[in-house]
């Protein structure tokens, strides 16, 4: 084998990954009448999950197939033995068989096995790198779920940008909702919200927070769309710039929705060329949707996704530290008006949710352009942040 350096491994990489494509495809061609998947079940009489992992390495998406569905060493046999007496060449079986194992050198040498070598070799394509995202993310949901004792159906956050007093930075009225939220262990707590002003040069004492509905001291529950009995929140403050919001204990299985609402105001502005809306993420959950309305003219373009790990810290994507980004596929779609957004159909009522969070922010609310980015398992624990860059008729945008 090549070299041990990054380029050597792509490059052997998919020498041996097209290697393998074309002998399988070599192999499938010396069969008469086989056009699906299928169809190489019934002609070589094996079963239809081999016969569909053959058929994905010769004929799937993208220029090289993606390892989860090159079959094991067995079956992988079994499939050229059945060939061979269905009446294909000594020569192409020969070839198919030197492509496979060139396959395993390959795993060995780079991944010591075979499931630590699909991980690396799945990055190099795009159907791989997906379908290997989603793998990994679904099993660390699952785990997560069970050491942590909570899961939740969707975590869904709004966050909408209205225009400030002089002096200040854009205002930001949040949504927050928890749907479907589980415990799996009798009377575990958990907190389901926690943010802080964070800045270059660190945090700021947290700003002026107003509930959407209720009194000044209220947590921001919006009781009238959470589950009944109401769920019981508390708010904590670990510190001058920070607030948690709790759930607390309760019994388990029972499915919970917490709906939170609050604006927060009067943060000091800052002649920054760009920013960021951010969503903290600890919670296992099957999916995710954020939601970024800002005003028309306000920025440029579709903010862009990052997901960054807050295992060395709260503030990852103010620090620009990249050994902390999660590298992901998703990223946020421009929805046009922010009235006309569809709602999130994994949340019960969210239209209606939805449609009360926009009176509740009044005329602003009719200027208002809506970007969304949905995840599927996401990460945790993340920071998901929304990263703009202002207009130049925003004071301090772009020139």
Known sequence: ??????????????QVLGGLRRA???????????????DVADRLGIDRSLAWKVWRVSAGEGGLPSPAHIPGRAGFERFLKAARNAGVGLGPVTEAREAYAAFGQLAGAHGGDRA????????????????????????????????LGVRCDTLYQADALLPPPPGYMPEVARLSVLSGFRRMRADVPWIISRSALATRDGLRPSPRREPLEGGSESTGLVE????????????????????????????????????????????????????????AVFTPAERLCYDVLIPEGMIEGTPELK??????????????REYDRIPVFEGFVDLGPARDIPAVASIPGH????????????????????????????PIPCRISGQYTFSASFPGGAA
């Open 351 to 378: 239209g209606a949710l939805l449609g009360w969070f926009l009176e509740r922010l009044g005329a602003p609310a009719d200027r208002l352009r809506g970007f969304r980015a949905m995840l599927r398992y996401p």
């Open 224 to 279: 009238r769309f959470c589950s009944l009995p109401t769920p019981g929140v508390i708010r904590r403050r670990p510190d001058a710039s920070t607030v948690e919001d709790e759930i607390q204990p309760g019994p388990v299985g029972e499915p919970v929705t917490v709906v939170l609402g609050e604006r927060v105001s009067m943060m000091p502005f800052e002649p920054v060329p760009s920013d960021a809306v951010t969503m």
């Open 1 to 14: 084998m090549p070299g041990s350096g990054p380029i050597q491994f792509e490059a052997s990489a998919s």
């Open 307 to 320: 997901v960054h790990s807050t295992v060395h810290g709260d503030t990852p994507h103010v620090r620009g």
């Open 24 to 38: 399988v495809s070599a192999v499938l061609s010396g069969l008469d009448g086989v056009s699906r998947a299928v």
């Open 116 to 147: 630590t070598a699909d991980i690396m070799l799945g990055a190099l394509t795009q159907e791989g790198k997906k379908r290997q995202e989603w793998s990994l993310r679904r099993d660390a949901f699952h785990a997560n779920s069970h050491f």
